[in-house]
């Protein structure tokens, strides 16, 4: 049966074995596991570690023991309005949601602990019109008004900034790029 620490809650963040981290300074494998669990979201859309969670829990799941219950379900809620989504699919486990309200749940589950960095993977992905314009004004706001960096791959490109990863370096797109723009990563073929 998987964990349900939160300190495991992201397992595709996993970072074993993976060198030298930095946020703020150089972090200790002790930092790093704090890092990850109060300031970076991350939107994945294979669900929840335990598959029988209701989506009212499986969003809440990150706030357990950094604020009261009542206050949790408050903000769980809150994140899902904000989101469009019906206040009846708050019971819905896994299995019973459309890929559409699982893009949009994974979403909630990661901005729901407002962290600092916010990793997602197409955040419109199998969602109406409606929704797409909804949930990219919401990373906006969230990017403008509370100082949220967000990170996403956008197959439309409609982003405040557009960069694109080649041969190991975070480039953006336009003319030639200062090298002070340039993000440069160690080479995986090293």
Do not use: Y
């Amino acid at each position: 049966m998987p964990s349900t620490d939160p300190a495991h809650a992201d397992p595709v963040l996993s970072l074993e074995g993976v060198g030298r981290w930095f946020w703020r300074g150089e972090l200790s494998r002790d930092e790093l596991q704090r890092v990850r669990r109060h300031e970076i979201g991350f939107a994945d859309r294979s669900g929840p570690l335990e598959p029988e969670l209701t989506v009212l829990d499986h969003v809440a799941f990150p706030l357990i023991g950094t604020m009261p219950r009542a206050a949790a379900q408050r903000r769980t809620r809150e994140k899902l309005d904000e989101l469009g989504l019906d206040p009846a699919c708050g019971g819905l486990t896994w299995a019973e949601m459309t890929d559409g309200e699982r893009t949009l749940v994974s979403l909630a589950h990661a901005i729901v602990r407002r962290p600092r960095l916010l990793l997602v993977d197409d955040p419109t992905s199998n969602l109406g019109v409606h929704e797409r314009e909804r949930t990219m004004g919401l990373l906006a706001r969230l990017a403008s008004q509370e100082g949220m960096a967000v990170l996403m791959t956008a197959p439309d490109m409609a982003a405040h900034q557009v960069h694109v990863l080649s041969g190991g370096e975070l480039l953006p797109v336009g003319p030639e790029p200062a090298d002070e723009n340039v993000l440069r990563f160690p080479d995986a073929r090293a």
